[in-house]
Nanobody, 124 residues
C-alpha cells in the first residue's frame, strides 16, 4: 500500500488544519490507519488511529478533544482534522497503515506502510 499525505501548512495558534492521507489501493481497508508526528530532535510520536471499519478511534492525550480522525473507505482516504492548534503541534505528520492489534495501536513499529510526511507549523 502506498500512502500520500497532504494538507500541512503554516497556521496561527488556535486555527485549524485538515490533513489527508490517500491510499493507493482498495485493500487499504484491511488496515488500521494511524497518524504520527515527529518534531525536530524528537522521536516519532503517536497522534491518532482508526480501526478498519472506522468504528473505533484512539488518540494521544495531547490531542484528545482537539483532533479527529476519520476514514472514507470508498475513497481510500483517512482524514485528520486538527482544531485549536498549539505551537507544540508543530511537526512533520505521517500517516501509516498496519495490521496492528489494539494493545499496540500507538507503537510506530506496529505499522507496515508509511506516507512521506507533511509539515505542520503552528505559530504563536
Amino acid at each position: 500500500v502506498q500512502l500520500q499525505a497532504s494538507g500541512g501548512g503554516l497556521m496561527q495558534a488556535g486555527g485549524s488544519l485538515r490533513l489527508s492521507c490517500a491510499a493507493s489501493e482498495r485493500t487499504y481497508n484491511k488496515y488500521v490507519m494511524g497518524w504520527f508526528r515527529q518534531a525536530p530532535g524528537k522521536e516519532r510520536d503517536f497522534v491518532a488511529a482508526i480501526s478498519r471499519n472506522g468504528g473505533s478511534t484512539w488518540y494521544a492525550d495531547s490531542v484528545k478533544g482537539r483532533f479527529t480522525i476519520s476514514r472514507d473507505n470508498a475513497k481510500n482516504t483517512v482524514i485528520l482534522q486538527m482544531n485549536s492548534l498549539k505551537p507544540e503541534d508543530t511537526a512533520v505528520y505521517y500517516c501509516a497503515a498496519g495490521s496492528t492489534i489494539v494493545s499496540h495501536i500507538s507503537y510506530s513499529s506496529a505499522y507496515h506502510y508509511w506516507g512521506q510526511g507533511t509539515q505542520v507549523t503552528v505559530s504563536s
